[in-house]
T-cell receptor, first 111, second 113 residues
Framework: DAKTTQPPSMDCAEGRAANLPCNHSTISGNEYVYWYRQIHSQGPQYIIHGLKNNETNEMASLIITEDRKSSTLILPHATLRDTAVYYCIVRVGNAGNMLTFGGGTRLMVKP | DTGVSQNPRHKITKRGQNVTFRCDPISEHNRLYWYRQTLGQGPEFLTYFQNEAQLEKSRLLSDRFSAERPKGSFSTLEIQRTEQGDSAMYLC???????????FGSGTRLTVV
């Protein structure tokens, strides 16, 4: 699976949009971009995933660049409960094989 | 369905003892994964099952680690002769083979003293 690069930490004001970047310049055509988050002392939680089109669900939006070498996870109105480590992962296929986690981005939402 | 359940939540053991953790996946999920997470790091893949078949076990950290899923439902992860370096969070996840996403349990935190 391709390697991802994320900033180690970010801050965001409560109520503002949180934009978390991820670089995956070696992504292959059959690799999806997944985002998970992990709140302290809990297991990772699935947020969203996509192949090449932008995706939106009730939690977040995923913007993938046209060349697919980078993506941005957007939390439209961050709350204190969004404080977590966010992991960007690329993997072959639409589910079914293991996830390879990097260091993630520690997002701190501040009042 | 209450999601993926892991027991115990916490385990403290003395060095050299054997420990076993249990994972109950979401009932219709046929894939089950084990990960280990040490402090400040992302989860690290250990092994996975499709139904009762263990399809990947080369990432198990040593021959002291073993996992089973005897009837394709719950799974156990055993660590024999524990060492202090085994102290970590052990996470279980499950998914459907096609089109599903991975749902994680809350993990078992192991402390080896």
């Amino acid at each position: 699976d391709a390697k991802t690069t994320q900033p180690p930490s970010m801050d965001c004001a409560e109520g503002r949009a949180a934009n978390l970047p991820c670089n995956h310049s070696t992504i292959s055509g059959n690799e999806y971009v997944y985002w998970y988050r992990q709140i302290h002392s809990q297991g990772p939680q699935y947020i969203i995933h996509g192949l090449k089109n932008n995706e939106t669900n009730e939690m977040a939006s995923l913007i993938i660049t046209e060349d697919r070498k980078s993506s941005t996870l957007i939390l439209p109105h961050a709350t204190l409960r969004d404080t977590a480590v966010y992991y960007c992962i690329v993997r072959v296929g639409n589910a079914g094989n293991m996830l390879t986690f990097g260091g993630g981005t520690r997002l701190m939402v501040k009042p | 369905d209450t999601g993926v359940s892991q027991n115990p939540r916490h385990k403290i053991t003395k060095r050299g003892q054997n420990v076993t953790f249990r994972c109950d996946p979401i009932s219709e999920h046929n894939r089950l994964y084990w990960y280990r997470q040490t402090l400040g790091q992302g989860p690290e893949f250990l092994t996975y099952f499709q139904n009762e078949a263990q399809l990947e076990k080369s990432r198990l950290l040593s021959d002291r680690f073993s996992a089973e899923r005897p009837k394709g439902s719950f799974s156990t992860l055993e660590i024999q002769r524990t060492e202090q370096g085994d102290s970590a969070m052990y996470l279980c996840a499950s998914s459907l083979t096609l089109g599903g996403v991975d749902t994680f349990g809350s993990g078992t935190r192991l402390t080896v003293v």
